[in-house]
């Protein structure tokens, strides 16, 4: 087996890991009370290791596994890739994921953020390099984020934070392959 098609077989696993946990957590089991998920400023390492795996909703987790799929089985996505996203995701700093809808709704108090979504931009981040318009898809991107400001409760900031670490963690592959 290749390691595209581990990637492949990986992906699935954590898929059906989020739907699952979303089924449970929509069942009537808190799993947010049980072990917390987040990456808030007094979050511990298990709930950081947690929150791609916690959706909001059944429709969200739906919505990121979907997009995950499309990322890992459309391009040239390796396990190294994953894990590098998986890191990127979890290090996010709490400051930053809560930006910018903080500022423009100070009265919202702090949210729980959760999702896969961090570790998809980090990989769109990882792949940015291939893409034959990448200023046209970057600026997409972009505009893809002004509803979730606007409706609120979309982590803007981590989703950028991820897209850009995913960009300088392989341009510092790169360099650090190169000598």
Known sequence: MQDRDHAKAVALLVGVAVLLVSLVHMAGCRIASVCPAGIGPDATLVSRLLHPLVHVGLLHAVVNVYVLWQVVFFCDIRCRHLLGAFVVA???PSWVAAWPYCWI??????TMVVGLSGMVFALMGMQVHRWPRRWRCCALLLLWQVPGLCAGGVAVGMHLYCFVAGVALVRASRVIRSR
């Open 90 to 92: 979890c290090c996010c």
């Open 105 to 110: 709704h100070p009265d919202a108090g702090p």
